[in-house]
DNA sequence: TACGTGCGTGAATCAGACA
DNA sequence: CTGTCTGATTCACGCACGT
């Protein structure tokens, strides 16, 4: 068994196993601010007639429909005020949370997020393209199921991989409805009886997406209702380690027969696109030190409308403005901002160069 | 004006107008159990900090309204708690509710409903079809927003126009969610400055759909945050008496303007929301999320000549390039174009595999 | 008249490094 | 912690205008 040691408590994580028992009391005894990403898929077989297990198994009074209703809202909120919690106490200051439910749960888990300080970034439906259809023809089809993703706070920078998720999506900036057959055939797992293992296992593809866009290879990403090892098996295929709580023994096998054949992909596979943001920041002034640039030059605007000249020091300046190749442009422009690296460009041998190119170069020789 | 007399009270209703002043107290002043459908478009508290700028540096005019502001939770789940009890005690017995929001508020709101007795029938998603994008590459596009329909008890026997909704949908059971675009062009209403007259119009089609499947001719329709009165029109358009009530004067004339010029039965209005018949787009990246390509596979040139590596994200590896299946393809080839999709194959059992192949695979799923 | 190009804009909880 | 500065970031439409 992998593990890793957390600074903060020096207790080791059970790295790629999956634990039994109550997710609570498991996740409880787990390190604080030891997990970058939680995935949650809970229970919400509540308002089911016939049946009505409640999540924490308490027995159910046969008493009248309101009271039933409302007791069964009660006991549920409680339970998901105090798995929540458990779940937030374990995410590192910037970790995130996912969470997926239809409309019988969903609303109770986005509202006790809010209420606890974590930040919703998006709700996200997954739209499915093959759902069951409304037999008795009394409702719209339920075609879709809801995920809210969210920060630990307010301030966590969370991780997005904007440049991978728009490469998924041929270019395109990924949006919040994501259509993903529901999980069938080959991928759906039986039983020795040939029943479906597990009544809602999620599509695979489902959590590739959620771990491209919200994890990097190595974070640890902890799935408190594992069920059959979705989020298991996609974090080992994709270089991530996880960590899952499984209450039901018949659950925790199948998934760990499952893991187990799973192929992690190759590590050039796995590189995956990325922002510009995270390029090394180069200041104007190197292309000077460097003699790219000569103090004195006249550097052209994008729309050729502007000119201004460089100072030894780095700074530009124009015909009533002095500063950075940043400050001069939006000045000139009378912009609020203004990227002074594709704003300017300097002539030679006739032709107009940026001066993106010029940053390029330096980048590419950081590289080496 | 049109007036009902409601059995129970023998107060009149005041059909087809719009009423001021505050929505809560103006619902007390109503009958109970006087209304059929309740459609509610109420604030939704955005929360939103500085100012937003589109990458080429123009302001996005956001919803700061005063309307829109709530000082905490607290505050805003009192607001909701008030109006839905307001609102449910209007309704007739077999009654119901649609509600919209965004993952700001509707979490909330859809708790409110359960804990007050509303019984979900669906939630629905309105899938924009051109939505804003998000600028700062920070987060998904939050490309739709979420509807709830309840009905007012368990056991409220609802409208639902079954066969109607699925006529509107080609023959094929009408789904949760629905692609419908935001409300522009010559629909979009505009003072006199030429300015939008409301900075949050819904678009009639969403109405429609809503009309035609949960209420039948000459039933009365409720909107307690009326705005510019997308409800009102769209009730006249379709033979249902509505009751408005809206607290900003500017508003509310221009929605009597608005009305004033609807006809009844308007066939164009009939027609709108229609899905368009055009072969989807597929990202090449989701052959990979739904493994059907693994990353670190090899794919093939047409021509034999070349290959190039699968990652992670959809995009190619080759010798010296990556990038999309496109770029990577047109790279090689040396030419300033190609088409992907056709250029490459993968091989199964030792017979080379285009990988349009599953290209179409996806879209055969798509049209279900 | 038909077609191509450019511009405007939409319910948005939209940055991060460094001093 | 606060203030300052760098510099990254957009998709689908409708409409006006020009050829």
């Known amino acids: 068994m992998k593990t890793k040691t957390n600074a903060k408590s020096a207790v080791s994580l059970p790295l790629n196993t999956i634990l039994d028992g109550d997710c609570i009391e498991r996740m409880n005894a787990l390190p604080a601010e030891s997990i970058d990403l939680i995935f949650a898929d809970p229970p919400y077989n509540l308002q089911l007639k016939g049946d009505l297990h409640r ?25 998901t005020r105090e798995w929540l919690a458990a779940a937030r106490r374990l995410l590192k200051p910037n970790g995130a949370i996912w ?5 019988h749960n969903v609303f109770r888990m986005g509202a006790e997020l809010q209420n606890q300080g974590f930040w919703i970034l998006n709700d996200v439906v997954w739209r499915k393209s093959n759902p069951m259809p409304n037999f008795r023809g009394k409702r719209f089809t339920n075609a879709h199921e809801t995920m809210i993703w969210a920060g630990k706070t307010e301030t966590s920078k969370y991780t997005f991989n904007y440049e991978a998720l728009k490469a998924l999506n041929e270019g395109i900036q990924m949006r919040s409805d994501w259509v993903i057959p529901i999980c069938n055939g080959g991928e759906r797992l039986k039983d020795d009886n040939g029943d479906k293992a597990h009544p809602t296992q ?40 996880f960590i899952g709580i499984e209450r039901e023994e018949a659950y925790r096998k199948v998934a760990e027969k499952r893991i187990a054949n799973v192929r992690k992909f190759d590590k050039e596979a796995l590189e995956v696109s990325v922002s510009k943001r995270s390029e090394p920041r180069v200041p104007f002034g190197q292309l000077v030190e460097r003699g790219m640039l000569r103090p004195g030059e006249e550097l052209y605007s994008l729309n050729g409308r502007h000119k201004a000249k460089v100072r030894a020091d780095g700074t530009l300046i124009g015909d009533d403005i002095k500063g950075s190749i940043h400050q001069v442009g939006a000045h000139l422009e009378g912009a609020p901002s203004c990227n002074g690296w594709t704003y300017w460009s300097i002539k030679r041998d006739g032709k107009q160069v940026p001066i993106e190119l010029f940053r390029q170069q330096i980048r590419a020789e950081m590289r080496n």
């Open 202 to 241: 999620k599509p695979e593809a489902l959590l590739h997406r959620v771990m491209v866009g919200s994890t990097n290879v190595g974070d640890v990403v902890l799935d408190p209702f594992f069920g059959t090892g979705t989020t298991g098996a996609v974090a080992k295929m994709l270089g991530r380690e």
């Open 55 to 79: 999540p924490d198994n308490s027995k159910v009074d046969a008493v009248d429909d309101h009271w039933d209703q409302f007791d069964s809202f009660k006991v549920y909120d409680k339970f």
């Open 99 to 103: 969470v997926i439910g239809s409309y």
